[in-house]
């Protein structure tokens, strides 16, 4: 498979397990599952047909590993940025002491008065390290990546998950734990 269909085949992955289940007719399972039989059923049946080599593609070779097969093999789900109502069943994770968020500048001001907040999504969307906060900010403008204090969100309450991709989450982040982090 070229990489321009392997893109096409990620971001109606993303769009059907994340946001739209209902318009192929799925519903997602505890913790996001949907059949995998059902889901290239459904995909077919609405004219994106996708075969289960491109599918297994498409979880191996995602650089953000946005995708995951159960361990059967026979279950696939997104592991985050679900708008769609869907518990992920991921355990509580103490979180290192620091995590970052990528944004573009122009969302500057108002994280700085309101803080990260999780907006059409479940949560907000946290980094290990700089260098992919910048590529997360980079989506979206000019880059801007916010350090937060994950260690003292922790200590005062917080609680934190992390996706099998490594992504880490949080309902939201006030302002007192963000600080403006220099380029990597």
């Given at each position: ?143 801007l990546v916010f350090g937060v204090d994950a260690a003292s969100m922790s200590r005062d309450g917080f609680t934190f998950y992390r996706s099998a991709n490594g992504v880490w989450l949080v309902d939201a982040v006030p302002p007192q734990y963000l600080r403006e982090a220099p380029?990597?």
């Open positions: 498979m070229n990489e321009q269909r392997r893109t096409r085949v990620s971001k109606y992955l993303a769009l059907h397990l994340r946001h739209q289940p209902e318009s192929l007719g799925l519903t997602l399972e505890p913790g996001g599952w949907v059949p995998v039989d059902l889901l290239l059923t459904a995909a077919s049946a609405h004219g994106f047909p996708i075969s289960h080599a491109e599918l297994t593609e498409v979880v191996a070779k995602c650089g953000k590993k946005r995708y995951a097969y159960d361990p059967s093999g026979t279950k696939i789900r997104a592991n985050q940025g679900h708008s769609t109502d869907v518990e992920l069943d991921l355990p509580p994770t103490p979180p290192p002491a620091e995590l970052y968020h990528g944004t573009a500048t122009r969302f500057a001001d108002v994280i700085r008065t309101e803080g990260l907040k999780k907006m059409a999504r479940h949560h907000v969307h946290l980094s290990a390290d700089v260098a992919t906060a910048v590529a997360v900010g980079t989506r979206h403008g000019r880059p380029p990597a």
